[in-house]
């Protein structure tokens, strides 16, 4: 995926990520960030929305380790600083010392297909 093959709406999204940048979007009627980023608020259902750049730092909300995959590999829900919840992978990590509330930060890496995606890494592994 990349911002030229996108759906409209997530091309900034994608263009950002390529760019190594997080976006999410902020509802103005509400005050509260969502993700995945959609120009309606799943939140209180306002269109009155706007990209927001992430800082990309947060902490691990849930995760699940798949360890008879080869490689084994650890997806998770991570809480970004900016409040929404996102799906994605942890990496560059000691799958035996993950925990919930753990701090991490994004990394970008290739995706299936070799298409980058953000994932998360914890901060001693930064």
Known sequence: MSADTAAPESAAWWEAVGEGRLLARSCDAC???HFYPRP???LCG???TAWLTCTGEGEIYSFSITRRADPPYCIAYVQLDE???MLTHIVDADFDSIRIGQRVSLCMRPGIGGTIVPMFAPYAAR
Request: charged share 15%; aromatic share 0%.
């Open 83 to 85: 409040g929404p919840i």
């Open 31 to 33: 005050g509260r960030a």
């Open 40 to 42: 309606i608020c799943p």
């Open 46 to 48: 306002s269109a009155e």
